[in-house]
């Protein structure tokens, strides 16, 4: 199993990026993806979560109506389009397979994770 995140860097305030996940080494449909993040002196957190096999999306209050997730899954690729970033949404993100098909932000139901790209936004 393998996940490969692209598409983080420095953006100002106000400002969007995507970030892309490449998957690989398993069934992509048959479990969800989500979209962690972490910031300095913080604790890991869900952002966003989508199950491949039938679109259902779920996300965190701090994103909600800024942050689309969606799935290629010919591709086998998830994306996080983030729009009106604010100095808040500064963190590596991590994209993570879970165990299960259904979306969800427990850690515990991850399995595993990619290395993570850095999102900066600036004042």
């Known amino acids: 199993v393998q996940l490969v995140e692209s598409g983080g860097g420095l953006v100002q305030a106000g400002g969007s990026l995507r970030l892309s996940c490449v998957a690989s080494?398993?069934?992509?449909?048959?479990?969800?993806i989500s979209w962690f993040r972490e910031a300095p002196g913080k604790e890991r957190e869900g952002v966003a979560s989508?199950?491949?096999?039938?679109?259902?999306?779920y996300y965190a209050d701090s994103v909600k109506g800024r942050f689309t997730i969606s799935s290629d899954n010919t591709k086998k690729t998830v994306y996080l389009q983030m729009k009106n970033l604010n100095t808040e949404d500064t963190a590596v993100y991590y994209c993570?397979?879970?165990?299960?098909?259904?979306?969800?932000?427990?850690?515990?139901?991850?399995?595993?994770w990619g290395q993570g790209t850095q999102v900066t936004v600036s004042s």
């Open positions: 993570a397979k879970s165990r299960k098909r259904f979306v969800g932000f427990y850690l515990w139901e991850q399995d595993y």
């Open positions: 080494g398993f069934p992509f449909e048959d479990y969800a």
């Open positions: 989508i199950s491949p096999a039938d679109g259902i999306k």
